[in-house]
Structures are given as structure tokens and as C-alpha cells.
């Protein structure tokens, strides 16, 4: 029988790479470019990503310090954000609190992806599970985002492998 997370994992690891593989190639200058004055920049989208990932963890029952804690205090538009980290630094942070969710969704069972959320999200199931599943969904459509803009740039469309 699979785990009970084992659908979580897997969603939430494939987005592990396409979240790399939206950066590929990319510099921090090309991570920066904003195609319009309303539109954000993949770094921008990033560095929310990381942030949201580590909720996620959080929010799973594990715990890792976010290196982008104080640079994203109070922030909630691009224009609010002071300066960015190099990429190289945003990658490594997605990275190792991938690593970190994936370890902490392998030790989730039935009963603690049943238990009711302790936050509400806009899906039609008040449990944990359906809380990462919101999550999930989240990283997502942000993923797509980067991946647009990417094209956007004139880089190769992101890949799957």
C-alpha cells in the first residue's frame, strides 16, 4: 500500500524541478526583467515560491529557517522589494527546503493528513491533506508564471525531464 502522502510527494517533488528547470540557463539579470510596469519578474516569483514552500513545510509540522525571512518582512508587491539575492542563492534555498518537505511529507500518516486544517483554503476539503493540496495547486500556478515569463525572455520553453 502507498504511503499516505505518497500523491502530496509526488506532486510536490515534480515541482521541485520544474521550479529549477524554469531557471535554467538564466541569469540574475534575465531573473529580474519585468515584461511590464504590473507584471512580476520570475525572481520575484521565486523568491515567493521559497518563501511559500517553507510555510509548507511549516504547515506540515517541520521547521527550517528561511534564509529570505527579513528581506520579505512586509513585502507584498515587487515594488516593495528592496534588492534580490542572486539566483544561485534563491536555487539553493528551494533546493534544501524541498528536501526538507519532501523528508517531512514521507513521515505524515493518515491520521495528521486527516486531522483538520488549522487554516482555511479554498478547497472543499477542511483537512490537512486538503490544505497541501491547496498548496500544491499554488505552487503551480506560479510555476506556469515562470515559465511564461520565461518564454517571454526568449529562453527554450521549460522542460519536464
Known amino acids: 500500500m502507498p504511503h ?3 500523491v502530496l510527494r509526488t506532486g510536490f517533488r515534480l515541482h521541485t524541478r520544474l521550479f529549477l528547470n524554469s531557471l535554467e540557463e538564466m541569469d540574475d539579470d534575465a531573473a529580474r526583467t519585468r515584461p511590464g510596469e504590473r507584471t512580476n519578474s520570475i525572481a520575484f516569483i521565486a523568491l515567493h515560491l ?3 514552500r ?4 511549516e504547515y506540515a509540522g517541520g521547521a527550517m529557517a528561511n534564509p529570505f525571512t527579513e528581506l520579505l518582512a512586509g513585502i507584498s508587491a515587487i515594488d ?3 534588492m534580490y539575492p542572486p539566483l544561485d542563492e534563491i536555487r539553493g534555498a528551494w533546493s534544501s527546503v524541498s ?3 519532501d523528508a ?4 505524515l500518516d493518515g491520521d495528521a493528513l486527516a486531522a483538520t486544517s488549522p487554516q482555511r483554503y479554498p478547497v472543499d476539503d477542511p483537512t490537512v491533506a486538503g490544505g497541501l493540496t491547496f498548496l500544491l495547486s499554488h505552487e503551480a500556478y506560479h510555476i ?3 515559465a511564461l515569463l520565461r518564454k517571454h525572455l526568449g529562453f527554450p520553453a521549460m522542460t519536464y525531464r
Open 4 to 6: 499516505p502522502a505518497h
Open 50 to 52: 521559497v518563501d511559500v
Open 54 to 57: 517553507h510555510f509548507t513545510l
Open 80 to 82: 516593495d522589494l528592496p
Open 99 to 101: 528536501a526538507s518537505l
Open 104 to 107: 517531512r511529507l514521507g513521515e
Open 144 to 146: 506556469g508564471q515562470m
